[in-house]
């Protein structure tokens, strides 16, 4: 049997009296099911109305949302824009203002067309067989199909707005307004139909704007032709060569461009060698040509000219007024037979080619530029000056291009077609050609059918730039000052506006310094009609010469508002519009192309700012990819200053696009691409939405699985940090503290946060999201985990319940927990919903996102006890440098086994850290301050010269309640295992619990 009378007693178990932190939010955020019951929630309290009923009162601030194409899933850089937007608008909104959020779509056009038509080309359908309005039906419902599921899409990456009543382009009362729209341009004079060329997409048999066109490699036929000059004079005998990639625009040529600024020469051709196939060359010894002297190396070398010589200047005097015959003069298909002038181009330049350009009007903008600049003068000389229509719009050659009728240049299915070959081979027959080779370059491509366009000449309907506007759209009573046409409008507009980053300033003005007409029309069947009637004199109605222009602008608006546009694609619409309004209706026509969808966008705010009572005009952001400053920024721009005198928005936020995380394009082909839902599906929205605060948004941005496993990372910790806020809060009792009576690391952290906020309120206004992302990180991670929240640990659990410096250190966690969380909430809006209801309960009305940013006590600020901190944090970074080298060789297993010895000879430090609790400061369990220099065998950093550490292991015993060692455990005799601080502690935990 054995003996236990002298056995000791069992240690008690001290844990059950520490005030170790509890909560309920879980360390895993298992965000992919949190978030969809967060958003339930939102729906069931009516989170959107709340904030309305919350902001009312309040001064407005509006971001309007550029529409999106109703037409599939949102990718990648579309969540990007949203959650962007979303950002500003909780932000504004926790910033005081009444920050509503409209979400809007477009519905309109190509996009939505080309969908419903791949559809019928699927099932073998003719779109041409369907009549119009039943096929615009399909669009409407297509559209309204996609309208539905990216508004799910946009909700789940938690974007908060009226998506129950948002606008939509295709909305009757939008139909009309934009109606109404066009037709003040109409009335204003600024509307006209004119014949230009214009990019063409054979595929869609439409013409497209810059904006609806993206480059691609193309491989191009490239000839080098030969003009022979006519008349007398020092050029006579010659040819003026040019190069080409468009071979099939030879039947449309009507000019050569030439500069005045570039050295020219006649050269011979004194020898030749054959071509790679064995044949001879198109030239022979004893032609002349008229070249650029810095191209004609290798121009000659490009025709097989072995040996030739420079043999006469050329004064650029003798290229003025000089004709010469088209290359297909003498062809035989007769049509050709016209002089083709050389006319002076600024756009001519000998970087390469020949230092000559081949014009012709009706297929290129400086072709098309020049001869217009130079038409009444080529009629005075008796040259024809009419720009022909060559190519239809279906690609082939018409009746203006003799000999060549039928031939295609593209086919409806994007491919080359004989165009080029007919003509090349032309050439060949007559001995025009001088080369011929292959080209790989980019080319115009549309970005829906992804196939080549062309330029093509097509009556269209454009908007002058440069006609006088006279103060029309101006307020009543405003001069306008200078020149009033639509450009220097946009151009003050442009000045007027804010931009971020500020570099697209320059961008949306050179665009508008530069653009030519805007043109309006689209051969296409979706989309609000150019809703006028055209005489065959070329009055228009509605129209500044057509007295019941107010009558019918109203018929047509009114008609719009009850039907749509469908209205005007009815049987009979003439006679309902128009017929009663003049005598001879049979002589009008009414025009049937459809508007631009970048006219439907650039109209939003007249039907979305302007209408609804709960936003206002101009709206004070837009916010879209940088790619809209050639888009909807654009559009926007200039029909407002043409109608209103300004642009609808003062400021401009642009971001830039989003790539493969090796900095490539995402394509399907690279399996590359990382698609929102299954990153909200793995990881949740709260994952992406940080993603994108913590980007350059401005610049393009990298995505992929390493970057957000970086992100998911930074959030665990950011999610840990107020996990543990709350934990310990658990335990507050609302106590409070006076300013005076609190220790200086509390001070100090209140002092942090007014630092802080001044950060994150300047950077919302200033949209600046990483900036203000990575503060907060940085702050709870190395300001709160890793400094305050490590030193006060020990206080917070350990200390008495009564103790000042923990009742102060849970008044200054409260004050930064509601802090932190309300700065992240417009950033991670679920997460920080999560940790309020957490803290303040379930309740069926509350919510993070009804309040405001804190109001931080500016009597916090103390930037002397900041600077002291900040040296003392510099001595404690050593201490934890030398207690980490133990650690790693395993002296000692922990932080409270050491007494630190700090030697600081820098006085500045030393003075700092006089009068501080060394041993809280570094988590060590006793530590003694000294003025001398430390033992050569101290730790030291290089870069904190006069700090030496000595690290030893702490004499004394180990408290059993908070694992300090100190000298003093035992002193005690009712709690002889426990330090006089939690000796104290267990008396007040006892006598509460007794």
Known sequence: MTDTSSAQPEARDYSETLFLPKTDFPMRAGLPKKEPELLARWEAMGLYKRLRETAAGRKKFVLHDGPPYANGNIHIGTALNKILKDVVTRSHQMLGYDSNYVPGWDCHGLPIEWKIEESYRAKGLDKDAVPVVEFRQECRQFAENWVQVQTSEFRRLGVEGDFADPYLTMSFAAEAQIARELMKFATSGQLYRGSKPVMWSVVEKTALAEAEVEYAEHQSDTITVAFPVLGDGPLAGTSILIWTTTPWTIPGNRAISYSKTISYGIYEVSAVEPLPDGNMPWTKPGDRYVLADVLADEVMKSGRASDYKRVADVDNAALEGLVVAHPLREAGLGGYQFDVPLLPGVHVTDEAGTGFVHTAPGHGTDDFEVWMAHRRELEARGIDAAIPYTVDGDGTYTSEAPGFEGKRVLTSEGKTGDANKAVIDALIAKNMLFARSRLKHQYPHSWRSKKPVIFRNTHQWFVHMDKPL???????????????????????????????????????????????????????????????????????????????????????????????????????????????????????????????????????????????????????????????????????????????????????????????????????????????????????????????????????????????????????????????????????????????????????????????????????????????????????????????????????????????????????????????????????????EEAHLSRHGDAADGSIHLELFPEVDPTWENPALAEKWTQVREVRRVILGAIETERREKRIRGSLEAHVTVYVTNPVLYAAVADVELADVSITSQATLSHENGPDAAFRLDDTPGVAVVVSHAEGTRCARSWKVLPEVGSAPDYPDLSLRDAEAMREFEAKAG
């Open 470 to 832: 006279n103060g029309y759209g101006l307020p009543a009573g405003t001069a306008p000052g200078g020149q009033d046409t639509l450009r220097t409008r946009a151009l003050k507009a442009i000045e007027d506006t804010g931009f971020v980053p500020s570099v697209g300033k320059n961008r949306l003005r050179g665009m508008i310094q530069n653009r030519p007409d805007w043109v309006l029309s689209r051969q296409r069947a979706w989309g609000v009609p150019i809703c006028i009637f055209r005489h065959e004199d070329g009055r228009l109605a509605p129209g500044p010469d057509f007295a019941s222009s107010e009558t019918l602008v109203t018929r047509i608006a009114d008609a719009f508002e009850a039907e749509g546009a469908d209205a005007w694609f009815a049987d009979e619409a003439k006679a309902r519009f128009l017929g009663d309004l003049v005598d001879d209706p049979e002589r009008w026509e009414q025009v049937t192309d459809i508007l631009d969808v970048w006219f439907d966008s650039g109209s939003t705010h007249t039907f979305v700012l302007e209408k609804r009572p709960d936003l206002k005009w101009p709206a004070d952001v837009y916010l879209e990819g940088s790619d809209q400053h050639r888009g909807w920024f654009h559009s926007s721009l200039l029909e407002s200053c043409a109608t209103r005198g300004r642009a609808p928005y003062d400021t401009v936020i642009t971001h830039g696009f989003t790539m493969a995380e090796d900095g490539r394009k995402m394509s399907k082909s690279l399996g590359n691409v990382i698609a929102p839902q299954d990153v909200i599906n793995q990881s949740g929205a709260d994952i992406l939405r940080l993603w994108v605060m913590t980007t350059d948004y401005a610049d393009d941005q990298r995505i992929g699985a390493e970057i957000l496993k970086g992100t998911a990372e930074t959030y665990r910790k950011v999610r840990n940090t107020v996990r543990w806020m709350l934990g310990t809060l658990a335990h507050a009792d609302g106590a409070k503290v006076a300013l005076t009576d609190m220790p200086e690391l509390e001070r100090l952290m209140l002092h942090r946060l007014v630092e802080i906020d001044r950060l994150v309120r300047q950077g919302y206004r200033d949209f600046d999201y990483k900036k203000i992302a990575h503060a907060l990180i940085n702050f709870t991670t190395i300001d709160l985990s890793a400094f305050y929240f490590d030193i006060r640990k020990d206080a917070l659990y350990c200390d008495p319940a009564s103790s000042t410096r923990r009742k102060a250190a849970l008044q200054v966690i409260d004050v930064i927990f509601e802090a932190l969380t309300r700065w992240l909430a417009p950033m991670l809006p679920f997460t920080m």
